[in-house]
């Protein structure tokens, strides 16, 4: 049997006619005919009682009957679940992101004006390290990341860059450089660097000042970094959104004027994608842009 029997019989069940559900199935009579006696000689009995001008439901008919709708919406169903993943409709994608693609909003943004126009796309999302996400995603084990731009990504992974942002100095409040009216590259010659994962920007301001900076810890996420600075640890050169999102005690932030580093906030995706949903978020964040 297949599905189309089922299509057939419900048709005659519906008409309680040969000749008028052959018309609304598009076929001819006697092929909707022997359709119907090969599912009867498939089910060993018999569905419809013929009579001259109609036909009637037999007791094994009317309980095909209840089976046969539920069997043919269950199939639709699936068929269109199936035409909807195909087209990147439906589906999972798993995400991992830096701290800071939530402090600039980046990812709320593209995450949730997404998952408005794409309700069945589900999506799993943890927070991981930085240097960690192009290998979780060369290897298959999550689908994009946000990351912070510049780093060293496999041939496998594509970067897709988002927003551009500047950085700031986190330095304790009770350090010297807060009596400063302005802090320059020169100030920070001897001071330590507490490392945050992206260092573009602590290189950047070490190379404007013409020295080669101290390194502290690089102690991973950037509240740990902020911790750290408010323990008297060293100072760090930070992206800007952290000044709303992160306040700690003992904590102040402070422009360094004569250097602007900056970096992007981006979406790192593998090169040959071939999951459809995860096909459609690239091209969407891309759209947006």
């Given at each position: 049997?297949?599905?189309?029997?089922?299509?057939?019989?419900?048709?005659?069940?519906?008409?309680?006619?040969?000749?008028?559900a052959?018309?609304?199935?598009?076929?001819?009579?006697?092929?909707?005919?022997?359709?119907?006696?090969?599912?009867?000689?498939?089910?060993?009995?018999?569905?419809?009682?013929?009579?001259?001008?109609?036909?009637?439901?037999?007791?094994?008919?009317?309980?095909?009957?209840?089976?046969?709708?539920?069997?043919?919406?269950?199939?639709?169903?699936?068929?269109?679940?199936?035409?909807?993943?195909?087209?990147?409709?439906?589906?999972?994608?798993?995400?991992?992101?830096?701290?800071?693609?939530?402090?600039?909003?980046?990812?709320?943004?593209?995450?949730?004006?997404?998952?408005?126009?794409?309700?069945d796309i589900?999506?799993?999302?943890?927070?991981?390290?930085?240097?960690t996400?192009?290998?979780?995603?060369?290897?298959?084990?999550?689908?994009?990341?946000?990351?912070?731009?510049?780093?060293?990504?496999?041939?496998?992974?594509?970067?897709?860059?988002?927003?551009?942002?500047?950085?700031?100095?986190?330095?304790?409040?009770?350090?010297?450089?807060?009596?400063?009216?302005?802090?320059?590259?020169?100030?920070?010659?001897?001071?330590?660097?507490?490392?945050?994962?992206?260092?573009?920007?602590?290189?950047?301001?070490?190379?404007?000042?013409?020295?080669?900076?101290?390194?502290?810890?690089?102690?991973?996420?950037?509240?740990?970094?902020?911790?750290?600075?408010?323990?008297?640890?060293?100072?760090?050169?930070?992206?800007?959104?952290?000044?709303d999102?992160?306040?700690?005690?003992?904590?102040?932030?402070?422009?360094?004027?004569?250097?602007?580093?900056?970096?992007?906030?981006?979406?790192?995706?593998?090169?040959?994608?071939?999951?459809?949903?995860?096909?459609?978020?690239?091209?969407?964040?891309?759209?947006?842009?």
């Amino acid at each position: 049997m297949e599905i189309r029997h089922f299509r057939y019989f419900l048709a005659v069940a519906r008409h309680r006619h040969f000749t008028r559900a052959a018309e609304q199935l598009g076929i001819a009579p006697p092929t909707l005919t022997r359709q119907i006696q090969d599912l009867e000689n498939a089910l060993g009995t018999r569905l419809f009682l013929r009579e001259q001008r109609e036909v009637r439901l037999t007791e094994a008919g009317r309980a095909l009957q209840i089976e046969a709708e539920l069997a043919v919406r269950q199939f639709e169903t699936a068929q269109y679940n199936v035409q909807r993943a195909g087209r990147g409709e439906a589906g999972r994608i798993e995400l991992g992101y830096v701290a800071s693609a939530v402090f600039s909003g980046v990812l709320q943004q593209h995450v949730s004006q997404f998952r408005q126009r794409y309700a069945d796309i589900e999506f799993n999302i943890n927070e991981h390290l930085m240097p960690t996400l192009p290998r979780l995603i060369e290897e298959g084990r999550l689908d994009v990341g946000f990351i912070r731009s510049p780093m060293q990504l496999p041939d496998s992974v594509s970067v897709v860059p988002l927003l551009t942002e500047g950085f700031v100095l986190a330095l304790a409040d009770s350090s010297w450089l807060g009596k400063l009216k302005i802090i320059n590259t020169v100030n920070l010659q001897s001071e330590v660097f507490i490392l945050p994962e992206q260092i573009s920007g602590t290189l950047e301001v070490a190379a404007h000042g013409g020295f080669a900076p101290t390194l502290g810890p690089q102690p991973g996420g950037l509240v740990s970094v902020i911790a750290l600075v408010s323990l008297g640890q060293g100072v760090a050169v930070v992206p800007e959104s952290v000044v709303d999102h992160i306040r700690l005690p003992n904590v102040v932030y402070r422009r360094i004027e004569d250097c602007q580093p900056s970096s992007s906030l981006s979406l790192i995706h593998r090169r040959h994608e071939k999951a459809p949903a995860v096909i459609r978020f690239v091209e969407y964040v891309k759209g947006a842009l």
